[in-house]
């Protein structure tokens, strides 16, 4: 048997994450600075969730051959612009994917990476930006309960109206 989850699937789970996110974090500002990471490269949530969107914004980058920025210009203790930033690199991750060919998503391509070349598929470097995510906002759940805050909503895929 052959099942299949679709981009367009994951696609709206973690917008529709993003948005649980959103809202509670629009409610609950000083989890932002809850610690994920303390000394590390990504000390607080809202350090973690600048990181998920700039990910996002680099993969773009490297996928449409265009320079590569050297951050989001933001602080990660703000969410109303952070999710601001977010949604407006969604939006032109969407229309990439909109446009792309399938044969050409399927090609294998040289990506730059850190300090390493990697050979890929346009296909599974856009799926890995959304695992990446989801990784990143359960780190994020995580934090915030050490810190003395309950967590937006169910966050599993179950709970999800982004597949039947």
Partial sequence: MSLSLSFDELLRYTTGEREKWR?????????????????????TVG?????????????????TDAPLSPSTGLTGNNAPPLFDYGASVRR???????????????????????EQRLAMTARKLLFHVLIH????????????????????????????????
Avoid: N
């Fill in 133 to 164: 995510e989801i990784r990143h906002w359960a780190q994020i759940t995580l934090a915030v309960r050490l810190a003395g805050f309950e967590p937006p909503g169910d966050h599993d895929l179950v709970f999800s109206p982004a597949l039947r």
């Fill in 23 to 43: 809202t509670w974090l629009g409610a609950h500002p000083a989890a932002l600075d809850a610690p994920v990471q303390p000394g590390g490269r990504l000390p």
């Fill in 92 to 114: 032109e991750l969407e229309q990439y994917v909109a446009d792309l060919d399938v044969d050409v998503a399927d090609e294998i391509r040289s990506f730059e990476m850190g």
């Fill in 47 to 63: 350090k973690l969730i600048d990181h998920i969107f700039f990910a996002e914004r680099r993969i773009l980058q490297r996928l």
